[in-house]
């Protein structure tokens, strides 16, 4: 796979530092050496990429355009050694020179072009489908700030900005010979019977290229990310007059652009700025794909066969609209021919039913910003009623609103949801009248993980437990874990994989010590929830019982209790009040649990700051238990779930997203299920004393509900949860109370299961060896069958 020698990587490495960084060994820091190594391991990749991109030309091979405003990329260095097969020697050659490799590796900012799982989704079918020789590029915005830091001041988030670019980023490569022009407003005019824009702002999208190596270096594909740049770099009139901070406008106007991320990832914004930012990337995509398409030779007429595109949620679905405008306008392509050809192009993918979250435009800011595309909106929206015949209350315009679902709905020819259960919801509550009217366009697809990422790297005492048992192989064939089951009987092998989680769990709990300042005792049960906070996924619910443990720790500190470290992770959005306060009571009750000393190793709460891809790589390894507690229904698929089950920990969840599904591969003797089912969800809500009833049932809810009242976990302010209390009595909208009592047995059937170590461990190791179908290898090929109808060209 890689003829390279250690000898040889030494001197590459030694080169790029003489000469690339311009040090010499004696004076050089650990970015330098960072550097040197990433330059050369760089160089590894650039061959296989570019006999990937040659292949592509010369076999005329259909590509795929994976379009997704999110792109949660994480740390590049230790992913390219792994699919180089080059990890162990660099680690090697990096101790030969004197230096730590995973200093190295820890060095390198973490790339947070993305605020959650849609994001990282993206980042591993990049990864899926270098690794089945897909051909196909990913399209997004490098914004200068990713998503936010996190700290926190007295247990408040403080959100500061996150600046991974201030140092070299030594993956991609600069092509400023790739720049397209993105325009905004202006008008449009009739010349010669044909519309014509004439925008009134003009930008420059600049392209950065970052390739992405598959497993075992056979093939490697482009992430293609936009930069804005000023057209007119600078306003010399102005400068001459003396009016130094006018002169500059023009480029401070366009780089706003690309400079952050929305930092939000389930609610829309009705912002204009938004707008333009998923104007920008899908423009300059879509000119791309069409002046690569036509330098292949081919006709536009026939760009279904060569291209497919992919929406990742409605966030780039301007581009049913943007490619018909490029085929009419610029291309002289009839109307009716361009909708069909771009429908044939692109697929939709839905990732949430949270009506808050679905983009609508109003018409005003939709039409100022984009007045073509208005047109066109409306246009499609005809054909659509003139040729299906819609219910009155069904189509893209409505209210004086460009509803963006329906928009990629119908200029799609595939619409998928990304669970079983999540597709199911899609066709019957999202979208029925469009499901009705094109039955068999939505299907579903179930999510994945990368288990190069999410495993192999990420647990490395684990990995290297499955391949002394199944042998190699296992890596881009994930079923073969299947063949771990036969040993979960065997007492050498549960030894293994106890010393694996153990190694992981006393790496985590120096991290802790050191972190956070909390001891935690790896023996503990490490109860682990890590994603964004938002009260659908309800983090309330899991310190709601973590309080009730410590109520009854207190109340019976003799009783045998099972040990436990509740683990929290994760970023509230900026202007989400209601979640913020979750996350200043978490750390509260973590303030008083932990400083309790009747409580000791019975129970602490940790919750590490500013959660991200490499704290979720140290993180996951080393738990025991998967929160996955979201209120039924509203978790679209989940992925963070999928991780866990890999590295070993059982799932303590509802039926929502792939939780269906995982219990369904595990075995339900192997989940811990508990709450309401999507079905009965809406008829517990129509009853309108829910929460009053299931709290008077509940002594614990109570107790729970009064201390957090009485102000126990906030002396300093007893009332400071007043108002949080008064929602879980009277504005319940996501059913904690109604969960609550089912949560907590299921909880005690946890406790008990890892008082048996035998069968904690069998319980666990199933998870791995039953998690073959949460590689995203499977998803990609599903997408590559059943919506781009494109083969693998290795
Ligand atoms: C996997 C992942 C997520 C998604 O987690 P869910 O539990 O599916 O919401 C979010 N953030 C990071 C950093 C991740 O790695």
Same mark, same amino acid.
């Given at each position: 796979m890689n003829d390279l020698t250690a000898p040889h990587l030494k001197a590459d490495i030694l080169r790029h530092l003489t000469f690339t960084l311009g040090k010499d060994a004696p004076h050089a820091s650990r970015y330098d050496w960072r550097m040197a190594l990433s330059f050369a391991i760089r160089d590894r990749i650039v061959e296989p990429w570019f006999a990937s991109t040659r292949k592509t030309w010369d076999t005329g091979h259909k590509r795929v355009y994976y379009l997704s405003m999110e792109f949660l990329i994480g740390r590049l260095l230790e992913d390219a050694t792994i699919n180089l097969g080059l990890r162990d020697m660099a680690e090697q050659v990096m101790a030969d020179l004197g230096q730590d490799f995973r200093a190295l590796v820890e060095d390198?900012?973490?790339?947070?072009?993305?605020?959650g799982g849609l994001g990282r989704l993206a980042a591993c079918f990049m990864e899926s489908m270098a690794t089945l020789g897909c051909p196909a590029y990913g399209y997004g915005i490098r914004y200068e700030h990713g998503l936010f830091r996190q700290r926190f001041e007295a247990g408040r988030q403080v959100e500061t900005p996150e600046d991974w670019l201030t140092q070299r980023h030594p993956w991609e490569f600069e092509r400023p010979e790739a720049a397209y022009t993105i325009g905004f407003k202006g008008e449009v005019v009739t010349r010669d019977g044909r519309e014509v824009w004439l925008p009134g702002e003009t930008v420059l999208a600049e392209a950065h290229d970052t390739p992405v190596i598959g497993w075992a270096g056979k093939w490697a594909n482009t992430l293609r990310l936009w930069a804005a740049k000023p057209t007119t770099l600078f306003d010399l009139a102005r400068f001459n007059r003396g009016d130094y901070a006018a002169a500059a406008e023009p480029e401070t106007l366009a780089r706003t652009l690309s400079r952050v991320l929305y930092p939000d990832d389930t609610t829309y914004q009705g912002k204009e700025l938004r707008l333009k930012q998923e104007f920008f990337l899908t423009s300059a995509a879509l000119q791309d794909i069409l002046r690569r398409h036509l330098a292949g030779g081919y006709k536009v007429a026939d760009l279904a066969q060569h291209v497919a595109i992919q929406m990742n949620d409605t966030h780039p679905a301007i581009a049913g609209p943007e490619l018909i405008r490029l085929l009419v306008d610029d291309h002289g392509m009839e109307f009716d021919a361009a909708l069909e050809t771009a429908r044939a192009c692109l697929g939709y993918t839905n990732h949430t039913l949270l009506p808050e979250a679905l983009e609508r435009w109003a018409t005003y800011t939709f039409g100022s910003v984009l007045p073509r595309h208005m047109q066109i909106v409306e246009r499609i929206d005809s054909w659509h009623r003139r040729t299906y015949h819609p219910p009155h209350y069904v189509g893209i315009v409505k209210h004086h609103e460009v509803r963006m679902g329906e928009m990629a709905f119908v200029m799609a020819h595939k619409v998928n949801g990304v669970s079983a259960l999540h597709s199911d919801l899609v066709q019957q509550n999202l979208f029925p009248e469009l499901n009705a009217l094109h039955p068999g366009r939505i299907i579903n697809q179930t999510n994945g993980v990368t288990?190069?990422?999410?495993?192999?790297m990420c647990n490395r005492p684990l990995s290297a437990l499955i391949t002394e048992t199944?042998? #190699?192989?296992?890596?881009?064939?994930?079923?073969?874990?299947?063949?771990?089951e036969s040993h979960v009987g065997d007492a050498g092998f549960l030894d293994g994989f106890d010393a694996a989680k153990r190694a992981n769990k006393q790496a985590l709990s120096d991290w802790i010590a050191q972190e956070c300042g909390v001891q935690v005792s790896p023996d503990a049960l490490f109860d682990v929830q890590v994603k964004r906070i938002h009260e659908y996924k309800r983090q309330l619910l899991n310190i709601l019982e973590t309080i009730a443990r410590y109520h009854d720790i207190k109340a019976n500190p003799g009783a045998d209790w099972v040990p436990r470290v509740k683990i929290f992770g994760g970023k509230a959005a900026p202007g989400y009040v209601v979640a913020k306060e979750i996350i200043h009571l978490i750390n509260d009750v973590a303030a008083v649990v932990n400083a309790d000393p009747e409580v000791g190793d019975r129970l602490k709460v940790v919750y590490p700051a500013n959660y991200n891809v490499s704290l979720a790589e140290r993180l996951i390894p080393a738990s025991d238990l998967s929160e996955q507690i979201s209120?039924?229904?509203?978790?679209? #698929?989940?992925t963070g779930n999928m991780k866990f089950m890999m590295n070993g920990a059982p799932t303590i969840g509802t039926l929502d997203g792939a939780n269906v599904e995982i219990l369904q591969e595990v075995g339900a003797e192997n989940f811990f299920l508990f709450g309401l089912t999507a079905d009965q969800v809406g008829p517990r809500r129509a009853n309108p004393d829910h929460a009053r009833d299931a709290i008077l049932a509940s002594q614990s809810l109570q107790d729970v509900l009064q201390m957090i009242a009485e102000g126990r976990f906030s002396p300093d302010e007893p009332g400071r949860y007043h108002q949080l209390v008064h929602r879980v009595w009277h504005h319940d909208y996501f059913l904690v109370a109604s969960d609550f009592d089912s949560y907590r047995s299921a909880q005690a059937r946890v406790d008990a299961a890892y008082a048996d170590r035998a069968g904690w461990l069998k319980m666990a190791a199933l998870n791995t060896a039953r998690s073959g179908f949460f590689s995203s290898d499977r998803t990609i090929r599903g997408y590559m069958k059943d919506i781009w109808s494109v083969a693998s060209a290795l």
């Open positions: 390198e900012p973490d790339a947070a072009l993305g605020n288990p190069r990422r999410w495993l192999k199944v042998g #190699s192989g296992w890596e881009d064939d994930l079923d073969r874990l299947k063949g771990l209120t039924a229904g509203k978790e679209a #698929s989940g």
